[in-house]
């Protein structure tokens, strides 16, 4: 069972800067990929970043491409989402997942391991 817990949540103006962290504990860390999803409220849960077990394939939601970050370090068994440039529309709970399958933007693609969740909140 892997087990996935998010930090770095918060509270931050527009045009400012976040980092959210995800350390994850269980089976070999570097046999999954990870990535990121998020829900605003009112609105269905969105795809945000994926990143390949070893660092080579990233993938980004248009909505965030150039803006958002996503890295990892599997040394420390931890995955990073670098968000600059925040606009009020990318507040949301944000949750960090697992799968061994690539990630894809696609809408149907639901990984298999879920965090509970991190706050980001932008305000303009």
């Known amino acids: 069972q892997v087990h996935l817990v998010e930090s770095g949540g918060g509270s931050v103006q527009a045009g400012g800067s976040l980092r959210l962290s995800c350390v994850t504990s269980?089976?070999?860390?570097?046999?999954?990929?990870m990535g990121w999803f998020r829900r605003a409220p009112g609105k269905e849960r969105e795809f945000v970043a994926g990143i390949s077990w070893n660092s080579v394939d990233t993938v980004y939601a248009n909505s965030v491409e150039g803006r958002f970050t996503i890295s990892r370090d599997n040394t420390k068994n931890t995955m990073y989402l670098q968000m600059d440039s925040l606009r009020p529309e990318d507040t949301a709970v944000y949750y960090c997942t697992a799968d061994r399958r690539l990630y894809s933007s696609d809408m149907t693609f639901v990984p298999a391991y879920w965090g509970q969740g991190a706050q980001v909140t932008v305000s303009s």
């Open positions: 269980g089976p070999a860390f570097q046999d999954y990929a």
